[in-house]
């Protein structure tokens, strides 16, 4: 009996020492809610190999049927890293830009007055990926602008001017 | 009068970090109790051994001994028991986090147009949203949900991104004398003032250096003094993945946006 119970005492001494060492390595945090900092996961490094599309052209899938345009990874300006953002045209007042991950466009109109920018970022659209406006609309495409151009319209989807869903006037 | 820099013990023994806030507080104190409660248990469980080791066949002090070492065992299953409990009942009981107060809508408030246009044009066709993570994009919540920002602060996040960068990757803003950009990417990152690390070689980029000084709502004159460096910075901020890292850095994971500009604080809130 006495034997039992200095090994039992030794075997739990070691287990809580375990759980102790765990414990303060950090393994678990039970009540690590909001108020902790999460840890970051690794950034892509851009290292894997990329193959953009080859060919003249290419076709982005909508619910609507697929898409045929320009393959603009054959003229692009400007890839990111993580391969994930392709720069389409690029001015002083607007930028087009490609997220591959969710297939969507983004026309990023950085000086007033919309209007004016937004129709020549819209030419400049459909112009570069060689499309109808009927095909444009079929596409996910985010016309916006930053707070700092205006506070008022940032955040705001503003739309392709000639697709119905899309046609926000600005003021 | 110069003044020497002293940090203050900012972890708890073992290397546990501190936390701020209340929920940091609480999250503070379960581990120091658990700490001193495991020291304590310890320290008891090994009394209780000696003391019935040395026994010497007397009845009372064996007693005694096993009395100590079942004290302590309970006490670590009660500790270890509350978590246990509170996680199997739900586990969201053992998550402390504060409710986030984001501001309304103009539309909502007034009552005029539809809902989540501008404030001055009370509201439009509805299709985008002030400070609101877009539907699709690299600000969108399903995007972000898998960064750094997590499921709890992923909408938020977007709405930042969104009023910031409307969700445009190669955005640029705050420009310098000299035509050059402060503020880079998703989040407008300003590089005048932070580094950044590169997508490409995983080196940490000092980019303030490539600035004569640092773009700042009060000082907006900046000129570029190293061109090659504010290049290999322009591209690792104009990089998704990497302006997200960042922004998660500066923000602490998306819970303190204090050190963007006033008119996104007023948007989207710190």
């Keep these: ?171 | 009068m110069n003044q020497a820099a002293i940090t203050i013990g900012t972890n708890l023994p073992g290397g546990i970090p501190l936390s701020a806030g209340p929920c940091g507080w609480i999250v503070n104190f379960y581990y120091f109790a658990l700490l001193a409660a495991g020291i304590l248990a310890f320290g008891a469980i090994v009394y209780g051994g000696l003391k019935y080791a040395t026994s010497a066949g007397n009845a009372s002090r064996q007693s005694e001994g096993r009395s100590w070492i079942w004290s302590a065992l309970i006490g670590i299953l009660l500790l270890a028991g509350a978590y246990l409990i509170l996680y199997t009942i739900n586990p969201g009981l053992t998550s402390c986090s504060l409710p986030l107060l984001s501001a309304l809508p103009q539309g909502a408030v007034n009552g005029i147009g539809g809902g989540n246009g501008s404030s001055t044009t009370g509201g439009g066709s509805g299709t985008g949203g002030r400070c609101q993570a877009p539907s699709s994009g690299p600000c969108s919540t399903a995007q972000l949900q898998g960064s750094c920002m997590g499921s709890n602060n992923a909408q938020k996040a977007g709405g930042v991104c969104n009023v910031e960068s409307s969700g445009n990757p190669n955005a640029q803003g705050d420009k310098c004398d000299d035509g050059n950009y402060a503020s880079i990417g998703l989040f407008q990152i300003n590089l005048s003032a932070n580094t950044i690390s590169d997508p490409t070689t995983g080196q940490t980029l000092n980019c303030p250096s490539a600035f004569s000084n640092r773009y700042t709502g009060s000082n907006p004159h900046c000129t570029v003094t190293n061109q090659s460096l504010y290049q290999q910075c322009l591209a690792a901020a104009k990089n998704p993945t990497t302006n997200i890292t960042e922004a998660c850095l500066l923000s602490k994971s998306g819970t303190n946006w204090s050190l963007w500009g006033p008119a996104t604080r007023k948007a989207c809130g710190s």
Excluded: W
């Design chain 1, 1 to 171: 009996m006495r034997k039992t119970i200095i090994i039992g005492t030794v075997v739990v001494i070691a287990i809580a020492a375990g759980a102790l060492f765990f414990v303060l390595r950090g393994g678990s945090s039970p009540a690590g809610g909001g108020g902790t900092t999460g840890t970051l996961p690794p950034v892509a490094t851009g290292t894997a190999p990329f193959t953009p599309p080859t060919g003249a052209t290419l076709t982005i899938g909508t619910p609507e049927g697929g898409v045929v345009m320009n393959n603009f990874y054959n003229t692009t300006r400007q890839v990111s890293a993580d391969h994930t953002a392709i720069l389409i045209e690029q001015t002083s007042t607007y930028n087009i830009t490609y997220y591959a991950p969710d297939s969507s466009f983004n026309i990023l109109i950085e000086a007033a007055p919309f209007e004016t920018v937004r129709a020549e970022a819209e030419q400049a659209f459909l112009q570069a990926l060689g499309i109808s406006q009927a095909d444009a609309c079929k596409l996910n495409v985010k016309v916006g602008t930053t707070i700092d151009v205006d506070p008022d319209y940032a955040g705001v989807n503003l739309g392709l001017s000639f697709c119905a869903a899309g046609a926000f006037q600005p003021q």
